[in-house]
């Protein structure tokens, strides 16, 4: 763990890190609410400190999806460092929205995901489109958004259409798996970021 902390210290630049070899025990004892990890299938995979714009639109997110599912009494939405483990896979997604009684066990949540969101960021792009990407796939996400503000697109997959891909540029972008919820595409590219009060009020107004 002092090894972590030191890269985090010393690097100036984004970086995705793998360490092989890492039983689910050591690495359970490695991750922390303050480091973002991963496991997948004896590999902790280690990211580096998100910038100012993914936190932000992370955040963004986060706001009205939660807002939203407690609103309507759909499901628990976290972000973050929150992980949820399928096999010997855990996964932590920038936003998830979990069914509303998944058991939480030892601050891991046992259960897939209604809705998983990733903003794309440099060190994470190539991971969070093909790997990453895969591996929701077989756990049986039941929708996937992918926010590339770099190419001004959200990708949607769902399980009910085979993870087909659709890319939305503008216009709503409307979740099956959370019914009723949707944002316009064209906030996530807007800086700084519109009010969440008033996208709040055209949420509720378009459904």
């Known amino acids: ?12 630049h984004p970086y995705l890190l793998r360490l092989y070899g890492v ?3 050591e690495f359970e004892a490695l991750a922390d609410e303050d480091l973002k990890a991963e496991y997948l299938d004896g590999v902790m995979i280690v990211h580096s400190p998100a910038g100012f714009s993914h936190e932000d639109r992370q955040a963004f997110l986060l706001a009205l999806l939660r807002l939203y599912a407690e609103t309507h009494g759909i499901g628990r939405v ?34 897939i995901p209604l809705l998983v969101v990733e903003v794309l960021s440099e060190s994470t792009r190539d991971y969070d489109l093909g790997e ?6 077989e756990a049986g996400v039941g929708e996937l958004w992918l ?11 769902r399980r009910g259409r085979g993870y087909e891909s659709e ?12 019914p009723g919820f949707r944002i316009r595409a064209e906030w996530l590219w807007q800086e700084p970021l519109p009010s969440i009060l008033e996208c709040w009020q055209a949420l509720s107004s378009a459904g």
């Open 78 to 111: 976290v972000g973050g460092n929150a992980l949820f483990r399928v096999g010997r896979r855990q996964f932590a997604p920038d936003v998830m929205v979990l069914p509303r009684h998944v058991p939480i066990v030892r601050q891991r949540a046992e259960g």
């Open 147 to 157: 926010v590339d503000v770099e190419g001004q697109v959200v990708i949607v997959e």
């Open 167 to 178: 890319e939305i540029h503008e216009g709503w972008v409307v979740s099956e798996a959370v």
């Open 132 to 137: 990453k990407r895969r591996l929701y796939r």
């Open 1 to 12: 763990m002092q090894a972590l902390r030191s890269l985090e210290v010393r690097s100036d």
């Open 23 to 25: 039983s689910e025990a």
